[in-house]
């Protein structure tokens, strides 16, 4: 009998096993996929953003914004690097924070994870798809798994729910962690996608369909949070780092509003430019600020032929609103197998925020992805995923 069963080897199941193995512990790893950390190894676009050096609970997005708290306190961003250092993956902060392992390897991650396991007799069983969880009445936990056809189970007096969340079917994402914690009983808050790009449809379609392909540094608001960073025009609508990280905050039907020269004013660069040279169109500006396809877009909203000379009042409130408040209402968005995270999940009023063990059923423990906690873009889901691991790793 090992101490603890733990469900999925992703982020959080692989750091728990480790830590767990520090402490002298025996688990089992059950993981349906056919290889450990798949999405690990895709993160980052394969470099694996593993974590965010400046990351506080105020990055994080849940119903109680303070429950995370006790946790990022036993397991700091520090913690995240130092660990990884000592089994020879340095960080290298890309932009905001974000840290990637210095030779760019997502796999190298893995590998410390793996290669600990060996060295710690923790098993990690694959193509282990585990079908129930369920109480004795000594308290202990039975887990009934198909392993290659055959139905097995396993005992254990702790359970951990290390199954993360919806996004990206075929990476091997379930609803396990959510229906194990309707099945005891517990609370979910609803969930979405999040970091997801944003669709736009109707008459504006085909004016974002044009310029599928280019970038503008922004600042994307709504009425809870703004962010500064590139959006991407696609063909079905908005994507890029400022886009994903609104979208955790959009719900459907609200608008989005586009800064799109952020830091500096757009009058008062007409202005100067006027006093050089009143002759210069409006279109020729547009395009030193942005590429030429965007300056010859902006003409469906903006008098662009005119020289800056003759722009009226009226005009120029027309260039303010478009370029500082420009907005938009997204139809919807890309879905669950284009999100990197899942908003919502276990709701953490039923877990001990010291422990992440359901207050309801002792012994049955949730991290990572599938308990309400989403980070931002930018490393800080990893860096709960690990915190969340490693603190449950310390009551099995
Ligand atoms: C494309 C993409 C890129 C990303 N890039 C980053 C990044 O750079 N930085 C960052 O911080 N975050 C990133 N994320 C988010 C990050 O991957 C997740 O937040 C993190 O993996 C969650 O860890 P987890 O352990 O909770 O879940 P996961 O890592 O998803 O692991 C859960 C595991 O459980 C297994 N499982 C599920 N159900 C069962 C079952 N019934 N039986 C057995 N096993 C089961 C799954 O196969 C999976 O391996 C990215 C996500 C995506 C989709």
Redesign the pocket.
Known sequence: MVDAII????????MCAVQAGFLGKQVIL????DK?????L????G??????LFSSPANFISQNEHFSKSTFSQWTVEDSISFFEAYGIYGQEKTLG?LFPENNKAKDIVDVFTSLCDDLGQTIRLQ????SVQRKEDGSFAVM?EHQGKSKTLEAPAVVI????L??QK????D??LRIAKEFGLKIVPTAPA?VPLTVTGKDAEWFASLSGNSIFCRVSNERISFEENILFTHWGLSGPAILQISSYWRPGEWVELDLLPGRNILELIEQERQQNGKRSLLTLLAQLYTRKIADALAKYLPVDKNLASLSKADLQAVEQQIHYFRVKPAGDKGYDR???MRGGVDTSELSSKTLEAKKVPGLYF????VDVT?W?????????WA??FVIAQRI
């Open positions: 469900i999925g080897a992703g982020a959080c199941g692989l059950l993981e349906k996929n450990a950390g798949a999405k690990i895709i993160s980052g676009g470099r694996c953003n593993y974590t965010n974000q282990a798809d585990v079908k798994y290390a199954s993360g969340g996004p990206v990476m091997g994402a379930t396990f962690g970091l999100a990197e995270v991290g990572g992805e599938c980070g873009l930018g490393g800080y889901n990893f860096q709960w995923a969340s691991g």
